[in-house]
């Protein structure tokens, strides 16, 4: 079995980085995933901002994390909202693996619609465009991409 | 009224009319001349003048994009020549509830006496009968909280709770057939209301056959956009006496937010910000989810009156699908009906104050053919989805 195919839409909307977000956006182009970490409290959080929400340090800045992470939640998308960016495709919301309380919303790229589930494991990969880098993410597994959900082993809730 | 310590409100804060415009899909009627017929209707219903009116409040305020205002308070200040010592309208409080729980609040602290309260829709035109999120479709670049969900084609809210609503099945087993009874729900009650706008009776198979557009949604756990409005008037209680309703009281509100106003970062993904502020509002009231009548919970979409349902307390966490079952306890024949005008999946998106306004319809029993026969003396209310919430709790208790 081979990896399911991913072909990019023709256009994404493109984020508008703030000053904080920059980092998220271009840290592709060195094939990192930075997320803000606080230096105080050590914790990661997300989106980035200027201050740790838990602790109000500002000691805050961007880090590269592994990119490996888990599925929480997912849809499957239908409904054609752009022209350039035609259904189906599956919006996720990922917990990275170095502190699963830190989720980003991404897409699940080369997966089949009949493979993605709660619990699946994936890792980034970036979508050059312009000036930023999406960072969406594929099943760390390439059997895994591939194979129904309800045949692979069942994932307990977290 | 509540002795609670906790009350807020001590039975000052009472809803003295209500009123509803015209409400339909491509009804050739600008925002403000809707609202402005909703407005006068409630002002009418309380026993007022517009010259009584002191107070004026309405979510979300003007300037935005997609019709998702009619009209803003200002503009209908200027246009019924309102003379006020209050008034507001922002998006940025508790919900589309948010103003007229500050509107309760400046009644009671005595500082105006009749608040015009208003919430006005004119998506349908605005939209040229396409999505609000078809409104985004031509921006190129995502700035703030759309930086995090435009670039991955998932502009519109349906996605964002389709999130919620797959972890949730995930976890406690809910299925589409559970999830069915919002909108079968809703319909049925549309079909006994002449102001609703989707009357046609619709089955489990017409919903199962549904087209899905954000899985596990299909189109119709998504509510319909529309143009009209709906107003009430917040009236100080003592100065109500003369005026022709027995005013529904205010018992008490919530607008907690405890925890990061985002989509994706609350840490339990199984509930909403509609589980804080229930909580906050609760505390208010001797009254208890036993003592409800009917239930007025937004429908924007349906996996939403399910987080308001259990955040309610109607139900343990996680049994909202065995709870809307088979949809016998929801009907307006049974123990607990749900949306009784039918809800913003078939009446029509006026996002928020129509369960206000339905709620004191049927406690003032005028609902007409839809009238729940009991006795309807408390009624829950409560409006938004994800991080933004807002609640309730109104009586015919004096």
Same mark, same amino acid.
């Given at each position: 079995?081979?990896?399911?195919?991913?072909?990019?839409?023709?256009?994404?909307?493109?984020?508008?980085?703030?000053?904080?977000?920059?980092?998220?956006?271009?840290?592709?182009?060195?094939?990192?995933?930075?997320?803000?970490?606080?230096?105080?409290?050590?914790?990661?959080?997300?989106?980035?901002?200027?201050?740790?929400?838990?602790?109000?340090?500002?000691?805050?800045?961007?880090?590269?994390?592994?990119?490996?992470?888990?599925?929480?939640?997912?849809?499957?998308?239908?409904?054609? /909202?752009? #022209?350039? %960016?035609? $259904?189906?495709?599956?919006? =996720?919301?990922? +917990?990275?693996?170095?502190?699963?309380?830190?989720?980003?919303?991404?897409?699940?790229?080369?997966?089949?619609?009949?493979?993605?589930?709660?619990?699946?494991?994936?890792?980034?990969?970036?979508?050059?465009?312009?000036?930023? /880098?999406? #960072?969406? %993410?594929? $099943?760390?597994?390439?059997? =895994?991409?591939? +194979?129904?959900?309800?045949?692979?082993?069942?994932?307990?809730?977290? | 009224?509540?002795?609670?310590?906790?009350?807020?409100?001590?039975?000052?804060?009472?809803?003295?009319?209500?009123?509803?415009?015209?409400?339909?899909?491509?009804?050739?009627?600008?925002?403000?001349?809707?609202?402005?017929?909703?407005?006068?209707?409630?002002?009418?219903?309380?026993?007022?003048?517009?010259?009584?009116?002191?107070?004026?409040?309405?979510?979300?305020?003007?300037?935005?994009?997609?019709?998702?205002?009619?009209?803003?308070?200002?503009?209908?200040?200027?246009?019924?020549?309102?003379?006020?010592?209050?008034?507001?309208?922002?998006?940025?409080?508790?919900?589309?509830?948010?103003?007229?729980?500050?509107?309760?609040?400046?009644?009671?602290?005595?500082?105006?006496?009749?608040?015009?309260?208003?919430?006005?829709?004119?998506?349908?035109?605005?939209?040229?009968?396409?999505?609000?999120?078809?409104?985004?479709?031509?921006?190129?670049?995502?700035?703030?909280?759309?930086?995090?969900?435009?670039?991955?084609?998932?502009?519109?809210?349906?996605?964002?709770?389709?999130?919620?609503?797959?972890?949730?099945?995930?976890?406690?087993?809910?299925?589409?057939?559970?999830?069915?009874?919002?909108?079968?729900?809703?319909?049925?009650?549309?079909?006994?209301?002449?102001?609703?706008?989707?009357?046609?009776?619709?089955?489990?198979?017409?919903?199962?056959?549904?087209?899905?557009?954000?899985?596990?949604?299909?189109?119709?756990?998504?509510?319909?956009?529309?143009?009209?409005?709906?107003?009430?008037?917040?009236?100080?209680?003592?100065?109500?006496?003369?005026?022709?309703?027995?005013?529904?009281?205010?018992?008490?509100?919530?607008?907690?937010?405890?925890?990061?106003?985002?989509?994706?970062?609350?840490?339990?993904?199984?509930?909403?910000?509609?589980?804080?502020?229930?909580?906050?509002?609760?505390?208010?009231?001797?009254?208890?989810?036993?003592?409800?009548?009917?239930?007025?919970?937004?429908?924007?979409?349906?996996?939403?009156?399910?987080?308001?349902?259990?955040?309610?307390?109607?139900?343990?966490?996680?049994?909202?699908?065995?709870?809307?079952?088979?949809?016998?306890?929801?009907?307006?024949?049974?123990?607990?009906?749900?949306?009784?005008?039918?809800?913003?999946?078939?009446?029509?998106?006026?996002?928020?104050?129509?369960?206000?306004?339905?709620?004191?319809?049927?406690?003032?029993?005028?609902?007409?053919?839809?009238?729940?026969?009991?006795?309807?003396?408390?009624?829950?209310?409560?409006?938004?989805?994800?991080?933004?919430?807002?609640?309730?709790?109104?009586?015919?208790?004096?």
């Amino acid at each position: 079995m081979s990896e399911q195919l991913y072909v990019p839409p023709e256009l994404r909307v493109l984020p508008d980085p703030s000053m904080e977000s920059k980092a998220f956006w271009t840290g592709g182009a060195e094939g990192q995933l930075l997320i803000y970490r606080c230096r105080a409290c050590t914790q990661f959080f997300h989106p980035p901002a200027p201050v740790c929400f838990r602790c109000r340090s500002t000691n805050v800045g961007p880090e590269a994390v592994s990119g490996r992470a888990t599925v929480a939640t997912y849809s499957i998308n239908r409904h054609p /909202w752009y #022209p350039s %960016f035609p $259904p189906p495709y599956i919006v =996720a919301i990922v +917990e990275i693996d170095e502190q699963p309380d830190v989720r980003l919303t991404t897409n699940i790229v080369g997966c089949s619609m009949e493979a993605i589930h709660v619990g699946m494991q994936v890792e980034v990969l970036f979508e050059h465009c312009d000036d930023v /880098w999406i #960072p969406l %993410f594929k $099943p760390s597994d390439p059997y =895994a991409a591939i +194979e129904s959900a309800s045949t692979s082993n069942e994932t307990s809730p977290a | 009224m509540s002795n609670n310590d906790n009350n807020l409100l001590h039975g000052k804060a009472v809803v003295s009319g209500v009123g509803q415009s015209q409400v339909g899909r491509g009804i050739g009627r600008s925002g403000i001349d809707l609202t402005a017929e909703a407005c006068l209707r409630a002002i009418a219903d309380a026993g007022l003048t517009p010259d009584d009116i002191d107070g004026l409040a309405t979510y979300p305020g003007g300037n935005f994009v997609g019709g998702f205002s009619g009209a803003s308070s200002v503009e209908i200040h200027d246009v019924l020549g309102l003379k006020t010592k209050w008034h507001l309208g922002t998006g940025e409080t508790g919900g589309q509830l948010g103003p007229i729980m500050d509107a309760c609040i400046a009644v009671a602290s005595g500082r105006v006496e009749h608040v015009l309260c208003f919430r006005s829709v004119w998506e349908y035109s605005a939209q040229q009968g396409l999505s609000r999120a078809s409104t985004y479709a031509n921006v190129t670049r995502a700035d703030r909280f759309r930086e995090w969900t435009s670039p991955y084609g998932a502009p519109s809210a349906s996605t964002w709770i389709a999130l919620y609503a797959q972890r949730y099945m995930h976890e406690f087993g809910l299925t589409r057939e559970q999830l069915a009874q919002i909108a079968l729900t809703c319909r049925a009650n549309a079909v006994l209301n002449p102001n609703a706008v989707y009357r046609a009776p619709m089955s489990m198979d017409d919903y199962l056959n549904a087209r899905m557009i954000s899985e596990p949604l299909c189109l119709f756990d998504c509510d319909v956009p529309c143009d009209g409005a709906v107003a009430v008037i917040i009236s100080r209680k003592e100065a109500t006496a003369g005026l022709p309703r027995h005013g529904v009281t205010v018992e008490a509100i919530g607008a907690s937010l405890l925890q990061r106003h985002t989509w994706d970062q609350r840490i339990d993904l199984t509930t909403m910000a509609a589980h804080d502020c229930t909580q906050e509002m609760w505390k208010q009231t001797s009254l208890k989810p036993a003592d409800v009548d009917i239930m007025e919970l937004y429908d924007g979409f349906s996996y939403l009156t399910l987080q308001w349902i259990e955040a309610f307390g109607f139900c343990e966490h996680g049994e909202a699908g065995r709870f809307v079952e088979g949809g016998e306890r929801i009907a307006l024949t049974g123990q607990l009906p749900l949306n009784t005008q039918g809800g913003q999946l078939s009446g029509g998106r006026l996002h928020g104050l129509g369960f206000l306004h339905e709620a004191c319809v049927q406690m003032w029993r005028e609902g007409g053919d839809r009238q729940v026969a009991k006795d309807v003396e408390v009624a829950a209310v409560g409006a938004g989805g994800g991080p933004v919430a807002g609640c309730m709790l109104v009586s015919l208790r004096a």
